[in-house]
């Protein structure tokens, strides 16, 4: 057994889910096991197709698990106008060669949280039907997980697909209270966190004249993403992926963290998928999230930097 982390990331690549596998296969700390698909910003036969791709350009071996292809309960619109109609960037790029694992995700998560039992990092960088799938088919699985990383929720209700949720959490809510309830220890990366660590557009483009085949790969299938991101936010873009798996694997750079118990809202025309935060304790619960406030922003732009070898 080498001493490095075990690593698995469920996904649903996504533009900025694909920088947050580069950092993850380029971090020499951790090992990645694996990668278990959701769908979310676009619908799973791209994102795992997007996943086997990805891999195969970052030239790594590591097995894709295709998992659930729509929410637990209710049907929601994807976000196919930020990350393209095929979620990356609709460049046309050939497939991988590599296919995806038999095993559905949910399985793979509990086969691998066995296999590595108190040792997993799980990280979650999209909607959470598939860890929530998992949790139901074993509730003792948290105790296998040595750590569980979530990028989701808006934790003061700034949220980014509607005016109170920000988009994984607002996908599957089911899914996020499923999960949320389920584990006792969750280190939570939410949108806010995201906006207030964004970098400069003109910086990020010059990590992409790198010479390596990541950088010209993500160069092109994040154009439209930024594009995008220019004409909305302005001369900073922002990676809510990215932000989620610096503080998962190197959670030393964060600043400061704060644990509050935080509860995922399902109902209400206007607050759905709102993860509302017991900031003083009122209510009893325990304090089930390390709601991330503050990251080392050099430390998280020098990660993104390294990932695209640049
Ligand atoms: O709200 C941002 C999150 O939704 C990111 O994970 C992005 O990839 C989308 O899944
Ligand atoms: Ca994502």
Known sequence: ???????????????????????????????????????????LEHTVANALKLCEVAGVDVPVFAGCASPLLHPA??????????????????????QAEAEHAALAILRLSH???????????????????????????????????V??????????????????????????????????????????????????????????????PKARFYEAISKKTREWSSDRRGDHWHSADALAMAFALDPE???????????????GRHSRGATVVDWRREGGAADNCRILMRYDQARFEARMRAALGA
Do not use: C
């Not at 990280?123 to 296998?144: E, F, I, W, Y």
């Not at 750079?253 to 109902?267: H, I, S």
């Open 77 to 98: 619109r994807d976000a196919a106008y930020v990350h393209g109609r095929d979620g990356f960037g609709d460049i046309g790029y050939a497939k991988a060669a590599k």
């Open 253 to 267: 750079g964060a600043a400061e963290t704060l644990e509050r118990p935080v509860a995922v809202e399902l109902d």
């Open 151 to 212: 990028m989701g929720g808006a934790v003061t209700g700034h949220g980014n697909i509607t005016p109170a949720a920000e988009f994984n959490v607002y996908f599957d809510p089911e899914a996020a209270r499923i999960v949320l309830e389920g584990f006792p220890h969750i280190d939570l990366a939410d949108w806010e966190a995201t906006m207030a660590h964004g970098f400069s557009h003109d910086g990020f483009e010059r990590w992409l004249q790198a010479d390596s």
């Open 1 to 43: 057994m080498n001493d490095r982390i075990p690593l698995l990331i469920d996904t649903d690549p996504g533009v900025d889910d694909a920088l947050a596998l580069l950092m993850a296969f380029d971090d020499p700390r951790h090992d990645v096991v694996g990668l278990t698909i959701a769908a979310g910003n676009v619908g």
């Open 115 to 149: 296999e590595y039992a108190g040792r997993l990092l799980l990280v979650a960088l999209g909607p959470l039907t598939n860890v929530a799938l998992a949790l139901k088919l074993d509730p003792a699985l948290p105790s296998r997980i040595a750590r569980l990383v």
